[in-house]
């Protein structure tokens, strides 16, 4: 059996391992993506901060998700439009929160902050973000749980997710001039 099919039947029976791998490619290069647009290049693009979000997709984002999606499928078995519903509202107020807070608070603490300073950018950036979040996800979330199949919703939400982690590293960064942090300066 050859490299690749040994990768193939290890994703196929392993599906957080496809989250994992498809979260180490998408969210680094959402992050290059959004250094370009910051004015970038290849000569200057920072690549701790691609390591940081490509990390921090791989080894948080995916696991959590895989969770999540594992539990809901469980207590919400089906992909009928009713179950869809009650799993797309239920990770709206819980999943999407946490999932929120965890990337500033995480990522801010894997840039060397102080805890202070991370708790600092969840106050500023968490409701801003969460209210864009809140009028894309539940969409996308619905077709997730509707016709998407069990085993391939990870890598279908981290496809999804490439735009989204864009605009995280948006948010992420906004404040890279070491500004203070005002949630009034966000997205006004």
Request: net charge positive.
């Amino acid at each position: 059996m050859g490299v690749y099919s040994k990768f193939a039947n290890a994703f196929n029976k392993y599906p957080l391992l496809r989250g994992m791998a498809s979260y180490g490619i998408i969210w680094p290069l959402s992050s290059l993506v959004q250094q370009s647009f910051e004015g970038k290049n290849l000569e200057n693009y920072d690549w701790c901060r691609c390591a940081r979000f490509g990390f921090y997709g791989s080894c948080y984002v995916a696991p959590t998700l895989y969770t999540w999606l594992t539990i809901a499928n469980s207590v919400w078995p089906g992909n009928t439009i009713r179950a869809g519903i009650k799993k797309t509202i239920v990770e709206t107020v819980t999943y999407t929160p946490f999932a929120m807070c965890s990337f500033y608070f995480i990522m801010s603490l894997l840039e060397s902050k102080p805890i202070h300073e991370a708790a600092a950018e969840v106050k500023a950036k968490f409701l801003p973000t969460y209210k864009v979040g809140a009028s894309v996800w539940p969409a996308v979330a619905m077709v997730n749980f509707c016709f998407i199949s069990p085993q391939n919703r990870v890598p279908f939400i981290s496809v999804c997710s490439f735009i989204w982690t864009c605009f995280l590293a948006y948010m992420k960064h906004l404040d890279q001039d070491n500004e203070r942090l005002r949630p009034g300066k966000l997205l006004s």
